[in-house]
């Protein structure tokens, strides 16, 4: 079993930043592709940055040179820096992970953190 807690939402003004945290718990052998994803209501869930193990990462257009995800491998954690925030990031952003556990290679998914970016 394993489990992903993220940390790090919440009401921020426009030009401003926050830093999401998402640690894996569990029976965990190794983290491949990790990824942030946000979801508005009554939209699908979009993928916003993902990083692979070697720390190659890839973002959506909207969000380039303004957020930065990373990753500690020796924490089984996972970061989104948001900076110069604007009104359209806000949504429930979620980490994704492809996780070894158990000899099988499961995807977990986060539970979900607020960010609401308003004046």
């Known amino acids: 079993q394993v489990q992903l807690v993220e940390s790090g939402g919440g009401l921020v003004q426009p030009g401003g930043s926050l830093r999401l945290s998402c640690a894996a718990s569990g029976s965990i052998a190794s983290i491949y592709n990790m990824a942030w994803y946000r979801q508005t209501p009554g939209n699908e869930r979009d993928l916003v940055a993902t990083i692979d193990r070697s720390r190659n990462t890839n973002y959506r257009d909207s969000v380039k040179g303004r957020f930065t995800i990373s990753r500690d491998n020796d924490k089984n954690t996972v970061y989104l820096q948001m900076n110069s925030l604007k009104p359209e990031d806000t949504a429930v952003y979620y980490c994704?992970?492809?996780?070894?556990?158990?000899?099988?290679?499961?995807?977990?998914w986060g539970q979900g953190t607020q960010v609401t970016v308003a004046s």
């Open positions: 994704n992970a492809d996780i070894s556990s158990g000899g099988y290679l499961r995807n977990a």
